[in-house]
């Protein structure tokens, strides 16, 4: 019988993709939902494996190969379907990165079985576990429950589950799988990026972020400096970029980056759908708007209901006297 939730734990070169660290968060919510025990698989990267054996896991999976060290999906197939046969897991939890969505649906399809992508969030009601996956740009939530025998494989969405919500514990065993790499069919070339981003705002702890209250471009240069006391970075919603007041790659929602800093600053932004998808799980929420309706502060730790061009910068000089 199946047993045991198996996670995949993404490097680049042997270091760590720290959304990997979200999949294993994930992955323990899962396992303490239904009474299950977790354990990582590693791929190419044995000394990886050591750094991950800290984090609270039955045991941490080497699998290593000539043909590991470089990713391809033939290769990475190969290897964890050979893995995920041997550990025989009830689910195979994922990061949904570019590497996961290449090679996760070919191992599935293997098993017969597809791939749950892009998840957002989980449940488990009287054992059975529901999945939530945004369709329609953000517009519907789709609930999915996998039928049949597992494995079940899940990837999640960057910024569902926090990275520092993986919980460390005693030193994990660590078991080295052999597997057998079959033919490698093409040749690695760099990986690919959506677009060359001036930021990862991904990595940001802080974030300060327009919407449409800005009201102007030239309204700008208030949100920087309030980023700036803060020590943080400037994000927009997609109407700011839209109108090219800020480069795309300061987009934060559905159809731009997905973060979780330790902390989110929400100015003149009203919070729609599309954009709380892709900032919702940040350590503490501040949104500034003069609609107290407005959906953003359903989800705000604090608010401020009123001008910000009035609150602004009372933050600033408060924020400045605070680092005098």
């Not at 990837?155 to 597997?179: C, H, L, M, W």
């Amino acid at each position: 019988m199946s047993n045991g939730i198996l996670v995949f734990v993404e490097h680049k070169a042997g270091t760590l993709n720290k959304t990997s660290l979200e999949a294993l968060a994930a992955a323990q919510k899962l396992g303490s939902d239904t009474g299950q025990k977790v354990s990582a698989v590693v791929l190419g990267a044995p000394a990886l494996a050591q750094e991950i054996a800290a984090y609270d896991l039955e045991k941490v999976i080497s699998a290593d190969h000539a043909r590991l060290a470089e990713y391809t999906p033939d290769a990475y197939a190969d290897a964890l379907e050979q893995v995920v046969r041997a550990v025989d897991p009830q689910y195979v939890i994922m990061s949904h990165t570019y590497l996961a969505r290449d090679f996760a649906p070919k191992v599935a399809a293997r098993f017969g079985k597809g791939l749950i992508g892009d998840c957002i969030r989980m449940n488990v009601d009287s054992g059975k576990t529901t999945f939530t996956r945004r369709i329609f740009l953000g517009k519907l939530d789709a609930d999915v429950v996998s039928e049949g025998e597992p494995p079940t494989f899940v990837t999640f969405q960057s910024g569902s589950f926090r990275g520092d919500q993986a919980v460390k514990g005693s030193t994990a065993p660590i078991e080295e799988e052999p597997v057998d790499v079959g033919e490698v069919r093409m040749k690695p070339e760099p990986p690919f990026q959506e677009a060359k981003q001036a930021v990862d705002l991904s990595k940001a702890d802080i974030i300060v972020a327009v919407g449409r209250g800005i009201k102007s471009k030239d309204n700008l240069a208030l949100a920087e400096k309030l980023a700036e006391a803060l020590g943080g970075d400037l994000a927009a919603s997609r109407p700011i970029c839209d109108a090219e007041w800020l480069p795309i790659d300061r987009q934060i929602g559905s159809s731009g980056q997905t973060v979780a800093p330790k902390l989110y600053v929400a100015i003149g932004i009203s919070g729609a759908i599309q954009h709380l998808v892709g900032m919702k799980n940040s350590g503490t929420i501040v949104a500034i708007n003069k609609d107290p309706e407005a959906p953003i502060f359903d989800i705000a730790d604090y608010g401020i209901v009123g001008d910000l061009f009035e609150a602004v910068p009372v933050l600033i000089e408060e924020i400045k006297k605070l680092k005098a």
